[in-house]
């Protein structure tokens, strides 16, 4: 095997930026919106760099609730603009992100005709939360008929159906009998966020030279028209100028301002906790589909088949940005109760949860507003106070990360004064250029690409590049290659992610570039297995193989819910 280190790849980058000490636009924090940005800024040939304390998609955009969708609920606020947009998103990423993003049926069980009715008007026209009401039929029923209007797209998703208590009982037998009706509709599932993201970032890094993604990259002061950034690996400090600067640090764009030398009052997020569970009775209960609907306490409720396991979520508190945001053990208690709540002869308990995770929302300040009823569409602030402007993002959610990332392009070449050569509507993203959408499709384009993978390993890799796994396979195929974690990685392809994925620590694998935490794969043998391929492709010595494996045990306990215990130091 070829020896590979990490002065070969991300210190490539590194030196690439450090050297230049200038980029046309300066993006700070690599969540789904920046990276959105990076790709678009990069098809018009506009020189970019993108940067992140953390790993790529490593901070909100990593605790989503997996689904792109267009926010039914939102049209109780009035909020039409922002659900036309979502629905055409998603809608287009459905077409132009295949390999990850699919329909997903929702059931929403429903237990009374008028509940809401009234309420629902004042929240409408005066844009006041009021007392929180469990939605009935009826105003349900509305709500689905605007939403399959602003879904109409050539048949991407079908259009929903209302069935009585006989008849949903008969399709979901394990529903609360009490239910008077269930409401059946399509929006869309996103199994791997992590590798979404990647994706587009692939292929930002690809359309244009001059474009760098540097993690684990601060920025941490400003020097007139120059940003100073600090390796959290190596703890140097470099500066950058840049033409425009564009703050998408999500929840922690105050902060950002902050260490900028701006004071702005923009961010007021919440966070979102889900935890999933081992729980093969429930997964069959939800017949493959997600249960959603909005709580009696204005929280979203989702029960969500996912990979073999089932996610619960999510809360809705609000949150402190400087803190780290957990699952508490009082919001596992109150995703019990909803679980018994909806399926009420099936029990739950905490051992069946394998992971649990939470995030901060990017939710704009909201004051006396409930946080269910936050605004989720965005805005631009602009700074010009200094000798380079600024742009900082306020808002944004995953279904919208497209649309989003070309208006603020649009911004940035408007003050750049750069028309725009490439539109990123319709265009694929990544894997999804040439990917399988049939099952005969599929099994030809195996057959054709994957020449020697057995089927679970083809299905594997199809899953997790999309039509990129061709260019996987024909790393992996190169030299003699070996199974690791169980067969769900190999070290070949542990080294394809190293060269063109810009790993740095254990956890970006087990969280990020693959699925393996998330259902319940870690084991404290599994992080010496992968830790051990890793160091020579990284050049850690001892030292730092053992550093990763302690770091990366503490963040699953501490953050996730595992309980790993840490191996003696070789």
């Known amino acids: ?114 509940s809401g009715i009234l ?107 120059k940003v100073v950034l600090r390796d959290r690996e190596t703890a140097q400090e470099f500066s950058v100028a840049a033409d425009v600067i564009v703050n998408t640090s999500g929840p922690w764009t105050d902060l950002t301002n902050e260490a900028l030398g701006a004071d702005t009052r923009f961010m007021g997020g919440t966070k979102g906790s889900h935890i999933v569970l081992d729980h093969p009775e429930l997964l069959a209960a939800t017949a493959g589909r997600e249960i959603f609907f909005e709580h009696s306490d204005g929280r979203i409720v989702l029960i969500y088949p996912l990979k073999g396991r089932v996610m619960v979520g999510t809360t809705d508190i609000d949150a402190d940005p400087r803190e780290p945001a957990r699952c508490t053990e009082e919001e596992i208690d109150y995703f019990f109760d909803l679980v018994h709540h909806v399926f009420p002869t099936i029990a739950v308990n905490r051992d069946q949860i394998v992971y649990r995770f939470a995030g901060i929302r990017p939710l704009p300040r909201h004051e006396d507003t409930a946080p269910g009823f936050v605004s989720r569409d965005y805005r631009i602030e602009r700074d010009d106070s200094g000798s380079t402007p600024m742009l900082s993002l306020v808002g944004g959610k995953w279904t919208t990360f497209r649309a989003l990332g070309e208006h603020l392009a649009n911004r940035v070449l408007e003050i750049l004064d750069r028309p725009r050569s490439v539109s990123t509507a319709g265009l694929p993203i990544g894997g999804g250029h040439g990917f399988p959408r049939t099952t005969r499709a599929r099994a030809a384009w195996r057959a054709a690409n994957l020449p020697g993978a057995d089927a679970a390993r083809a299905d594997l890799l199809l899953e997790r590049y999309g ?35 810009l790993v740095v620590k254990l956890a970006d694998i087990v969280l990020r570039r693959s699925n393996i935490a998330f259902a319940g794969g870690v084991t404290t043998e599994l992080l010496v297995e992968v830790a051990d391929a890793l160091a020579p492709l990284l050049g850690w010595d001892a030292d730092r193989r053992d550093a990763e494996i302690e770091a990366t045990v503490q963040l699953l306990n501490d953050a996730h819910g595992l309980t790993l215990s840490v191996p003696a130091r070789s």
């Open 467 to 501: 039509a990129r796994a061709a260019q996987v396979w024909e790393h992996i195929e190169q030299e003699e290659d070996r199974p690791l974690a169980g067969g769900s990685l190999s070290v070949r392809e542990l080294e394809w992610m190293v060269q063109h994925e």
């Open 119 to 225: 309420s629902a008007p004042f929240r409408f026209l005066l844009h006041r939360s009021g007392k929180p009401r469990e939605r009935g039929a009826l105003l349900i029923k509305v709500g689905l008929t605007i939403y399959d209007l602003f879904s109409r797209d050539g048949g991407s998703v079908p259009r929903h159906r209302f069935l009585g208590r006989t008849s949903s009982l008969a399709e979901l037998p394990h529903l609360d009998p009490r239910i008077k009706y269930t409401a059946t509709y399509y929006d869309a599932s996103m199994h791997d966020p992590e590798r979404l993201a990647l994706d587009v970032l692939q292929d930002g890094r690809s359309a244009h030279a001059s474009s760098y993604a540097l993690n684990y990259v601060e920025a941490v002061a400003r020097d007139g028209e």
């Open 1 to 114: 095997m070829v020896e590979i280190t990490r002065s070969a790849h991300r210190q490539q980058e590194l030196e690439a930026v450090r050297s230049a000490g200038r980029t046309t636009v300066l993006i700070i924090g690599a969540g789904i919106n920046g990276i959105s940005l990076f790709r678009d800024l990069a098809l018009q040939g506009v020189d970019a760099v993108i940067v992140d304390r953390g790993d790529f998609a490593g901070g909100a955009s990593s605790a989503s609730s997996h689904m792109v969708h267009g926010g039914i609920r939102y049209l109780e606020n009035g909020e039409f603009r922002l659900v036309r947009e979502s629905v055409q998103e998603r809608n287009g990423l459905l077409r132009i992100a295949p390999h990850y993003v699919k329909p997903l049926e929702t059931t929403i069980p429903i237990y009374s005709t008028f």
